[in-house]
């Protein structure tokens, strides 16, 4: 099931009849029917991929009990867990991307290998729901988490279905305590998640569906663009992708609070960043955060020395791209913000002198923003390209060849500055957290897009990250 869809909420409506009539919302008996209908969630789309979620959750159940039972094994134990969930979705996700890559190396040196590639469907969330129960034995082996005795938990944990697809990344560490103290439903938290899930939809449904039609049509027609077009297609993209992501995330977030769970914040207005290192900490939080504490830092971090350093920044930005699908052209997404992030790095290490005028500080920290958001737009042509012919000419188009600017764009153009200039406002003013806050504001937008809904609604296309 989608969140975007009338059968979910068909679905949604005698589950929550259950849950809030539940006088014990952390019983065993509510955690199992929230498991039940997790499970359903997730089943809906390919019954047998159940048995890898329910798979992944024995091995890092048993595995966890064991790093702290067997400690003479504990190493042992992390790899168990490692390899299992790692191997499956290492197969699943990337078997024909190394197969094919195999054969095509060997043909360069003129051997002819015949690669075998699985015609199977990718399971919907896995590289969601690996990291974050990767997370949970990770914690156990390093101390930082008691093992759980309930299997029952740890189940909840992996297949939480407002999160389960396509995130946010949740930690353990956060949700674990979450199942042990009993939380009130109150008005105010199933008022703000109904909120939530109504920006995340609008935020899909009106902007994102609205906005793909007219970025697959500057992607597929690429050779046409000119300079105005191509530059247009980026940034277009840049709007229908976080529209799309940040939609989900925000109905994961408000389904979860609708149960009495915080998920945390997953964007952060990120095109109002200043540098890439800021947008990092402003674009899918949970998975750079992830990356942060589980890769780069155990790799060594910042603490090695300039050169070890860059080789980390590197590393985990490749690594981060691959995460994202079996294509050459994630890895060249990653290498391009690893490589932005190290220049960065040493332009702001030769620049430390701090700029005393207010209205010096102003101008640069809006260049600065303005110059993010442009190589950030520049990053998504790779991201979204579907050659690296495409890539390489859709970015060298950017910058060369006839301006080609068409009334059509203006419309997109118009797009791309409304949504720009509503992250730049928010960096200073949190207007979505007032509306929150503030009962007859709430009402308002709220009537605004329930009526949006039903007049601006797009073509409806599935949400982007259900492919990663």
């Known amino acids: 099931m989608?969140?975007?869809?009338?059968?979910?909420?068909?679905t949604l409506i005698p589950f929550l009849g259950f849950y809030y009539t539940r006088r014990n919302r952390r019983s065993t008996l509510?955690?199992?029917?929230?498991?039940?209908?997790?499970?359903?969630?997730?089943g809906m789309w390919n019954p047998a991929f159940l048995l890898l979620i329910i798979g992944s959750t024995l091995v890092?159940?048993?595995a966890a009990r064991l790093i702290v039972v067997r400690p003479g094994h504990r190493k042992l134990w992390l790899l168990l867990s490692l390899t299992t969930n790692l191997g499956l979705l290492g197969f699943f996700k990337y078997f024909n991307f190394f197969a094919h890559s195999f054969a095509w190396m060997a043909a360069t040196f003129g051997f002819e290998i015949s690669a075998g590639f699985l015609d199977i469907l990718l399971p919907v969330g896995i590289s969601f729901y690996t990291f974050q129960t990767l997370s949970y034995t990770i914690d156990v082996y390093r101390g930082q988490l008691d093992p759980r005795e309930s299997l029952l938990d740890v189940a909840v944990f992996v297949a939480f279905f407002p999160q389960l697809v396509a995130g946010p990344i949740v930690r353990a560490s956060d949700f674990f305590p979450q199942l042990e103290t009993e939380t009130p439903i109150r008005t105010d938290a199933?008022?703000?998640?109904?909120?939530?899930?109504?920006w995340g939809l609008f935020l899909k449904v009106v902007i994102?569906?609205?906005v793909a039609y007219r970025a697959d049509a500057l992607f597929d027609n690429w050779q046409a663009n000119g300079i105005a077009g191509s530059w247009t297609a980026a940034m277009l993209f840049g709007v229908q992708i976080y529209c799309d992501f940040a939609g989900y995330s925000l109905i994961a977030i408000g389904l979860a609070r609708m149960m009495g769970f915080e998920i945390p914040q997953n964007f952060n207005a990120p095109y109002a960043a200043a540098g890439l290192s800021d947008f990092w900490t402003r674009w899918h939080i949970s998975l750079s955060s992830w990356l942060r504490d589980y890769l780069y830092i155990p790799l060594g971090g910042n603490r090695k020395g300039k050169g070890r350093t860059h080789v980390n920044l590197m590393t985990t930005m490749v690594l981060g791209g691959l995460w994202h699908g079996a294509s050459v052209m994630f890895v060249i997404w990653g290498a391009i913000h690893g490589g932005a992030l190290i220049g960065e790095r040493l332009v702001r290490g030769r620049f430390r002198t701090p700029v005393q005028s207010p209205v010096l500080r102003r101008t640069f920290l809006f260049t600065g923003i303005v110059v993010t958001y442009l190589v950030v737009s520049v990053t998504w042509i790779p991201f979204r390209?579907?050659?690296?012919?495409?890539?390489l000419g859709m970015m060298g188009s950017l910058f060369q060849g006839p301006v080609g600017f068409r009334m059509g764009l203006v419309r997109d153009l118009?797009?791309?500055a409304v949504v720009?200039?509503?992250?730049?406002?928010s960096r200073r003013y949190d207007f979505l957290g007032h509306v929150r806050r503030s009962g007859r504001m709430r009402f308002a937008m709220a009537t605004f897009i329930l009526v949006s809904l039903y007049f601006l609604r797009g073509q409806g296309t599935e949400f982007i990250y259900f492919q990663f």
């Open 2 to 10: 989608v969140f975007n869809s009338i059968v979910f909420f068909l």
């Open 30 to 42: 509510t955690k199992l029917g929230v498991l039940l209908y997790s499970y359903f969630f997730y």
């Open 60 to 62: 890092d159940y048993f």
């Open 190 to 198: 199933v008022a703000d998640g109904i909120f939530l899930v109504l």
């Open 208 to 210: 994102a569906d609205n």
């Open 385 to 391: 390209a579907r050659s690296i012919e495409q890539c």
């Open 414 to 416: 118009a797009v791309i």
């Open 420 to 425: 720009f200039g509503a992250h730049v406002y």
